[in-house]
Structures are given as C-alpha cells and as structure tokens.
C-alpha cells in the first residue's frame, strides 16, 4: 500500500452538489463540469485533472460503446468530441466504502467548432476552440454493455450516507492500486436547504450568503429575553441584538481562527467549511490518521468558564454525528493568550442544559 499512487484533483466551487432545493425562478443548477485549459496561461491549468488521463482510470475510446459516447455528446451547444472516459466501480465517500452496485462516469470534452452562434444568431469565432471540460452530469445513467452508470444514483446513495444532509463535492481522489474513486465532501446544510441561503445571487463574485435568517430570528428572541431581565422598556431590542451579534460574530471568528491555526499544525487537509458555507452544522473538517473524517464545532466565550449556546440544528447533527464530532471551547477570548478545552459528545451531554428561548407557531 505504500507504493500506491493516489490523483488528486478539485473541481470548480458550486459545480456538483445535491439535497438542496432550488427556489430561484430560473437557472442556478449545478454546472457539473469543470473548465481544464480556461486561461491562455498554462500554470493556471487545471494540471491536477489533466494527470488523471494518465492513470490507469482513463478508458480507451475504441473499447467504449459508441452509444455511450453519443449519450456523452448529447445536448451539446457546440461541435465537440469526447477525448476521455471514466468510470469508477469501486467508489469512497471521504474515506468510507460506498456499498454500491451503480457505477460514476465522468469524461473530458474538447471543443472542435471554428465559428458558433452568439446570442444574435450570428456567426462569430469560437474563442474557446480546443477548450477542455471535466463533466460528471448528474443526470448521466446508462445501463446497457455491462455497465450499470448512473450517477445520480449514487449521489442519493451519498445523501443517505451523509444521514440527509445536503452536500456539495468539492473533489476527488483516485486510487491507481485499487482503482477507487474517493469523493471529498462537505456538508452545507439540511436535506432540501434552500440553495439561496447557500449562495450569494451575486452574478460574477463567487462568493456566498453571509446571513442566516434562523440566527437571526434567535438572536432577536434572546435579545427581548435580555430587555426582560433588564426591566428597562427604553432600550431597543435592535440595539441589542446589533452591539451583541456585533461582540458575537467578532469573538467567533476570533476562536475559530486561533482554533483553525492551532489544527493546522498537525492536519494538512483541514477545511474551514463555515467560512465558504456558513449554513454548515459546524465550522471545520479534516480527515484524522485513521482516515475518519472529523467534524469540529468552535465555540467562544469572553469568561474563563465552558459556556456557549447550540441551535438545535447544530445539536442535532451533533447527534448524528456523536462519534465524529469534536467542540472546541475557547475561553478568555479577548486575552492575548486564550485558553480551550476539548470537549467529546459525551463530555458535552453531562453539562448543564438550559432552554434560552421558546418559539411557538399554530
């Protein structure tokens, strides 16, 4: 095993993911397809992709069906050929054995038309002539031939693995010994998790959605519960709810980046998943030496004693999660030295539990 050469290679942000549910009017599906030679320039190639063609995963194009390879270049908007075919039987999820009978296909397209339409029906020169894609279109199945491809299939089988939480794959690793496909995931939020509240619309940027509304909609009860306590009618509950999340949102970041350079230390493949998707259940991952992947919940407090607060979304995947999950408390946050504690699921249930706030609907 120590001979085995193993492939990495990312694919582009938002490119495949699954379990969310889109409420746009239109568009914002995943693209499943990654651009290989985009730039002109080629140290910004997807180089990592292009190894892959030579390992033995890559199918030759004379042993592969031709209807297969038609299903490939079916919906097309330009001329094309197919260059490359993968497919895996032998499939991981971040470590884990994917009991599966379906096979995952993926292939490399290159673009052969001279001239294409533009949007007014024009002829005009096609500037990504002899560009390549990785695609892994989700909706790819072909069972004929001896094969049994369907990839769609195997990201349900990935759902149910992820105990229904929504995910997004963010790459791959390919095992040349065993010929295995290892998926890399992360999981951005509940199964049906609204794809808005996943992504920014902000057309060009990349970047995602900062706000989460169920935070808010707390925050703003535990600030009434304060101006209860308080008995002082003349503040405003928005004046508490924004000094607080301010203090709050300053101390979190604070702790998980003390918390993420202390992690970094010891685990190369650490994520910080809360910072590209901040409707995560917790804020980190990396996959520990015995190849189990860890999910990390940092929490800060300005006292010298353990004391946060949990969503019940976050209690609950905690639940699921029980054997995998690990709580970083960092205490003293504001000092120049902080201070943490590591603490398991069993250490956490044996705390005090109180109920900060009830929210009642008909």
Same mark, same amino acid.
């Given at each position: 095993?120590?001979?085995?050469?193993?492939?990495?290679?990312?694919?582009?942000?938002?490119?495949?993911?699954?379990?969310?549910?889109?409420?746009?009017?239109?568009?914002?599906?995943?693209?499943?397809?990654?651009?290989?030679?985009?730039?002109?320039?080629?140290?910004?190639?997807?180089?990592?992709?292009?190894?892959?063609?030579?390992?033995?995963?890559?199918?030759?194009?004379?042993?592969?069906?031709?209807?297969?390879?038609?299903?490939?270049?079916?919906?097309?908007?330009?001329?094309?050929? @197919?260059? /490359?075919?993968?497919?895996?039987?032998? $499939?991981? =999820?971040?470590?884990?054995?994917? !009991?599966? *009978?379906?096979?995952?296909?993926?292939?490399?397209?290159?673009?052969?038309?001279?001239?294409?339409?533009?949007?007014?029906?024009?002829?005009?020169?096609?500037?990504?002539?002899?560009?390549?894609?990785?695609?892994?279109?989700?909706?790819?199945?072909?069972?004929?031939?001896?094969?049994?491809?369907?990839?769609?299939?195997?990201?349900?089988?990935?759902?149910?693995?992820?105990?229904?939480?929504?995910?997004?794959?963010?790459?791959?690793?390919?095992?040349?010994?065993?010929?295995?496909?290892?998926?890399?995931?992360?999981?951005?939020?509940?199964?049906?998790?609204?794809?808005?509240?996943?992504?920014?619309?902000?057309?060009?940027?990349?970047?995602?959605?900062?706000?989460?509304?169920?935070?808010?909609?707390?925050?703003?009860?535990?600030?009434?519960? @304060?101006? /209860?306590?308080?008995?002082?009618?003349? $503040?405003? =509950?928005?004046?508490?709810?924004? !000094?607080? *999340?301010?203090?709050?949102?300053?101390?979190?970041?604070?702790?998980?980046?003390?918390?993420?350079?202390?992690?970094?230390?010891?685990?190369?493949?650490?994520?910080?998943?809360?910072?590209?998707?901040?409707?995560?259940?917790?804020?980190?991952?990396?996959?520990?030496?015995?190849?189990?992947?860890?999910?990390?919940?940092?929490?800060?407090?300005?006292?010298?004693?353990?004391?946060?607060?949990?969503?019940?979304?976050?209690?609950?995947?905690?639940?699921?999660?029980?054997?995998?999950?690990?709580?970083?408390?960092?205490?003293?946050?504001?000092?120049?030295?902080?201070?943490?504690?590591?603490?398991?699921?069993?250490?956490?249930?044996?705390?005090?539990?109180?109920?900060?706030?009830?929210?009642?609907?008909?």
């Amino acid at each position: 095993m120590n001979n085995k050469k193993i492939i990495r290679f990312k694919i582009d942000e938002k490119s495949l993911f699954y379990g969310c549910k889109n409420d746009f009017n239109k568009g914002h599906t995943a693209t499943v397809s990654t651009p290989i030679n985009q730039s002109n320039d080629p140290k910004k190639w997807h180089n990592d992709i292009l190894n892959l063609i030579n390992t033995n995963a890559r199918l030759s194009i004379n042993d592969v069906p031709s209807r297969l390879i038609d299903l490939c270049q079916r919906n097309s908007k330009s001329e094309n050929i @197919i260059q /490359d075919i993968f497919i895996f039987s032998n $499939i991981y =999820v971040d470590g884990r054995k994917l !009991n599966t *009978n379906y096979q995952f296909l993926m292939y490399i397209k290159k673009e052969t038309a001279e001239m294409i339409k533009n949007l007014k029906g024009n002829l005009t020169k096609n500037t990504h002539l002899g560009r390549l894609k990785l695609h892994y279109p989700i909706s790819f199945s072909y069972k004929s031939d001896n094969y049994n491809i369907d990839n769609e299939s195997i990201l349900k089988e990935i759902l149910n693995l992820d105990k229904g939480y929504a995910f997004i794959v963010r790459g791959f690793e390919y095992n040349e010994d065993d010929k295995s496909l290892n998926i890399i995931t992360s999981i951005i939020g509940p199964e049906n998790a609204l794809l808005s509240t996943v992504f920014r619309v902000a057309k060009g940027t990349g970047k995602k959605l900062r706000t989460n509304f169920d935070m808010v909609t707390l925050e703003t009860l535990i600030a009434e519960h @304060i101006k /209860d306590e308080v008995n002082d009618d003349d $503040i405003e =509950v928005k004046d508490i709810y924004e !000094n607080r *999340n301010k203090t709050s949102r300053h101390n979190g970041k604070k702790g998980e980046d003390y918390i993420f350079d202390l992690l970094s230390q010891e685990n190369t493949n650490i994520y910080h998943t809360s910072i590209d998707y901040p409707t995560s259940p917790y804020d980190m991952e990396y996959v520990n030496e015995k190849g189990i992947k860890i999910y990390v919940e940092v929490k800060s407090t300005q006292s010298d004693r353990i004391y946060f607060r949990m969503s019940k979304y976050e209690y609950e995947f905690m639940e699921k999660y029980k054997d995998q999950y690990t709580l970083y408390i960092v205490m003293n946050i504001k000092d120049e030295f902080p201070t943490y504690k590591i603490l398991h699921y069993d250490d956490i249930i044996k705390l005090k539990k109180d109920v900060v706030t009830y929210q009642f609907t008909n």
